[in-house]
């Protein structure tokens, strides 16, 4: 499947990924509200898609690290918030942040962010607000694409 049939823009702020059975918010909290998150503000901006039915779904959540590593290919061309090149599918609309926060289950205050920029994920403090956002995700029933219909 060739990223231009892998991702569906759902036209009600969502993007899923057919081939991973993810559907993405189509901004990340930076988008949305203009503010850095630490973890606890990223998990916190999920749970509000979630209280208010974003999209009309009350699951979503922080990605996984492996869900997160979906959302970068050093292939695709996007640009963040400065206007530097992201490996994010350009069918995401440019400016966001260049990094955003993963849930893994970890004791202590130690989180995770992926960067956008070169794919790494790594750990770092979770009350650091830095540069980091949110992109809520929730776990979709299969999608067929249109091509396969």
């Not at 990223?3 to 559907?23: A, C, H, Q, Y």
């Not at 205050?109 to 992926?114: R, S």
Request: proline share 6%.
């Amino acid at each position: 499947m060739n990223s231009i049939e892998r991702f569906i823009d759902n036209n009600d702020g969502t993007i899923s990924d057919l081939e991973s059975n993810l559907t993405w918010a189509k901004e990340d909290s930076w988008q949305a509200e203009q503010k850095w998150v630490t973890w606890d503000e990223a998990m916190e901006h999920a749970q509000n898609l979630s209280g208010i039915k974003f999209a009309g779904h009350k699951d979503w959540r922080l990605p996984t690290c492996d869900e997160a590593k979906t959302l970068f290919d050093p292939a695709w061309e996007n640009t963040d918030k400065y206007d530097a090149k992201i490996g994010l599918n350009p069918i995401f609309p440019p400016g966001p942040l260049p990094t955003i926060w993963a849930h893994e289950a970890m004791i202590g205050n130690e989180g995770f962010i992926l960067d956008l920029r070169n794919g790494e994920i790594r750990s770092l403090y979770k009350s650091k607000s830095g540069r980091m956002a949110a992109r809520p995700v929730r776990e979709t029933e299969k999608i067929i694409p249109l091509s396969e219909r």
